[in-house]
Nanobody, 123 residues
Framework: QVQLVESGGGVVQPGNSLRLSCTAS???????IGWFRQPPGKEREGIAC????????YYADSVKGRFTISRDNTGNTVELQMNSLEPDDTAVYYC?????????????????WGAGTQVTVSS
């Protein structure tokens, strides 16, 4: 079992920044951490992940160049720095534990999820 806790969501104006954090605990060996988001009425979208084995990072086109994923040395705390936020970034953001290899994270390859944190971008 892996437990995940997100923090750092909030309400910001367009153009501003937020930093989200995800802390994983339990049997984390072998699991990479990915970030997903789910806007109201839409499906969950994988936006970034960082491989636990080699540190490679993958980003969705929608966030590339604006969001940066990073981790601590253990790989169990992963942050998502979000810059130049836009109203379309409004969503519940989730971190998950699963596979990060070769492409942006896919929800069906993730076994564990945090409860989510709301990010609202509005003027």
């Amino acid at each position: 079992q892996v437990q995940l806790v997100e923090s750092g969501g909030g309400v910001v104006q367009p153009g501003n920044s937020l930093r989200l954090s995800c802390t994983a605990s339990g049997e984390t060996s072998g699991y990479s951490i990915g970030w997903f988001r789910q806007p109201p009425g839409k499906e969950r979208e994988g936006i970034a992940c960082i491989s636990k084995t080699d540190g490679r990072k993958y980003y969705a086109d929608s966030v590339k160049g604006r969001f940066t994923i990073s981790r601590d040395n253990t790989g169990n705390t992963v942050e998502l720095q979000m810059n130049s936020l836009e109203p379309d970034d409004t969503a519940v953001y989730y971190c998950g534990a699963g596979l990060c290899f070769g492409t942006t994270p896919r929800a069906y390859e993730y076994d564990y999820w945090g409860a989510g944190t709301q990010v609202t971008v509005s003027s």
